[in-house]
């Protein structure tokens, strides 16, 4: 059984960073996608990061702006989203999501995502 589960929200202040991490178990998607996505209250899901496969350059969301990095750990079977810079408008919950199959059109798309977390809550205020 797939599980996947994300660490490292909190309560920060603008301009501070935080790291998250997903951790995998009961599989592994080196050859499979990989990403994150947000959803803030009384808004729809959005894509955030997301990476074909291991390796492969991730992209990007056009908000990030350079300040979210996504990097996978094969070795520990994790994927982290270094955030930077964080302005109030980051607060959302954030959920990792993995799928061996998605394909480069539906890397965006929240519904075409097989596995799911079930989030950690990011919030930027003063």
């Known amino acids: 059984q797939v599980q996947l589960v994300e660490s490292g929200g909190g309560l920060v202040q603008p301009g501070d960073s935080l790291r998250l991490s997903c951790a995998v178990s009961g599989s592994t998607f080196r050859n499979g996608g990989m990403g994150w996505f947000r959803q803030a209250p009384g808004k729809e899901r959005e894509f955030v990061a997301v990476?074909?496969?291991?390796?492969?350059?991730?992209l990007y969301a056009d908000f990030v702006e350079g300040r979210f990095t996504l990097s996978r750990d094969n070795a520990k079977n994790t994927m982290y989203l270094q955030l930077n810079s964080l302005k109030p408008e980051d607060t959302a919950v954030y959920y990792c999501?993995?799928?061996?199959?998605?394909?480069?059109?539906?890397?965006?798309?929240?519904?075409?995502?097989?596995?799911w977390g079930p989030g950690t809550q990011v919030t930027v205020s003063s």
């Open positions: 990476s074909r496969r291991s390796g492969a350059v991730p």
């Open positions: 999501t993995a799928d061996s199959r998605i394909i480069t059109s539906s890397l965006t798309n929240p519904g075409a995502w097989d596995y």
